[in-house]
């Protein structure tokens, strides 16, 4: 803000505000579910405490489905700021980042579960190479030993019988018993600049 014509301009902030919410519902999302702040982040102008540089700045309120918040700087708008919740009931989805050779383990996929729960001993398939095997054990990136993974996490599973070779970046593992993805020859997209 601090950078407008002039400083700190109300006129300024309220053509952002307009313009920012326009492109929000452009895109599908509901703009009273955003708290719009003016800033400085040179001077610290309304990021920690409220700024004497903007006395116009009455505050932001923001509504979600059952409850609502407001206040005046960006720290409390990210404290309001609801967590996402992560789809465990799905089938498992989990892409992976890196493929491993580890001497006396095998081999080791790394990657990050999307959707659903990796179960030691599940049987898992990786698309689209179509390859079928079993998980042995799974450990978090700090190499402790999980009985389940959680949508969101981050980790490192042994497998049966599949060299690093057969298992490529960007494959994905999926429950071969919980409707496992299909390759798709096309899909539709909504690319929005």
Partial sequence: MRSTEPPYSQKRYKEIDEEVSTYIKKIGYNSDMVAFV????WNGDNMLEPSANMPWFKGWKVTHKDSSAS????????????PLTLPTDKPLLLSLQDIYKID???TVPVGGVKT??????????????NVTT???SIKTMNHEALS?????DNVSFNVKNISVKDVHCSNVASDSKNDPPMEATGFT???IS
Avoid: H, N, R, Y
């Fill in 148 to 152: 389940e993974t959680l949508t969101g």
């Fill in 38 to 41: 003016p800033i400085s982040g």
């Fill in 71 to 82: 206040g005046t700087t960006l720290l409390e708008a990210l404290d309001c700021i609801l």
């Fill in 189 to 191: 997209a909504q690319v």
């Fill in 134 to 136: 079993e998980v042995k």
């Fill in 116 to 129: 659903g729960v990796l179960k030691p001993d599940m049987v898992v398939t990786f698309v689209p190479i």
């Fill in 104 to 106: 006396g383990i095998d």
